[in-house]
T-cell receptor
């Protein structure tokens, strides 16, 4: 069974540009989560999508946005890039939450570098 | 709000020695607890999880963890460490309500000496 996939592996942008990161969940999973792992800041929750809807977001500015497509894949967009956006962006997927807590499985990440 | 503390930033053990990585959590209800491992530049791999039931859980790669409610701890153990275990280990807690996001500890970097 294929795991969570993310593209691209690496992305280099300059300040002020926009970045688009992509994630494909495990087959059968409908929830997608995005996390940021920045140096010195640890792993922080960004966004949660389920069944095409944004269900919740972490403490990040609105220039971090995304969407989930009908096939449950997801896109994370970061507008007006700042140097501190440089980080490893991790996508995770899980079954649709029906109660309790569903295990999240992570992809390999996209390394975003902002120059 | 939940929180996770991993008191040890960096641990060095000799190959073949036993290992214990500490994790303390703060959460009002019964927690959903996880240990993940991350090799440099890679994503997170799930080692094991605790939802309910037996407080000693077995995971992949010979790891186990014990949930102790009285101590709010979920420590990870391995009886004999291999050089390939060198990586960063994250403890995490999940909530069944609200944002359903994982809250991670700051991680423990494990170095294995030959």
């Amino acid at each position: 069974e294929a795991g969570v996939t993310q593209s691209p592996t690496h992305l280099i942008k300059t300040r002020g540009q926009q970045a688009t990161l992509r994630c494909s969940p495990i087959s059968g999973h409908t929830s997608v989560y995005w996390y940021q792992q920045a140096l010195g800041l640890g792993l922080q929750f960004l966004l949660w999508y389920d069944e095409g809807e944004e269900r919740n977001r972490g403490n990040f500015p609105p220039r971090f946005s995304g969407r989930q497509f009908p096939n449950y894949s997801s896109e994370l967009n970061v507008n007006a890039l700042e140097l501190e956006d440089s980080a490893l962006y991790l996508c995770a997927s899980s079954l649709s939450p029906t109660g309790g807590f569903d295990t999240q499985y992570f992809g390999p990440g996209t390394r975003l570098t902002v120059l | 709000a939940q929180s996770v503390t991993q008191p040890d930033i960096h641990i060095t053990v000799s190959e073949g020695a036993s290992l214990e990585l500490r994790c303390n959590y703060s959460y009002g209800a019964t927690p959903y607890l996880f240990w993940y491992v991350q090799s440099p530049g890679q994503g997170l791999q799930l080692l094991l999880k605790y939802f309910s039931g037996d407080t000693l859980v077995q995971g992949i790669k010979g790891f186990e963890a014990e949930f102790k409610r009285s101590q709010s701890s979920f420590n990870l153990r391995k009886p004999s460490v291999h050089w390939s275990d060198a990586a960063e280990y994250f403890c995490a807690v999940g909530a069944e309500t609200g944002r359903r996001a994982l809250t991670f500890g700051s991680g423990t970097r494990l170095q294995v000496q030959p």
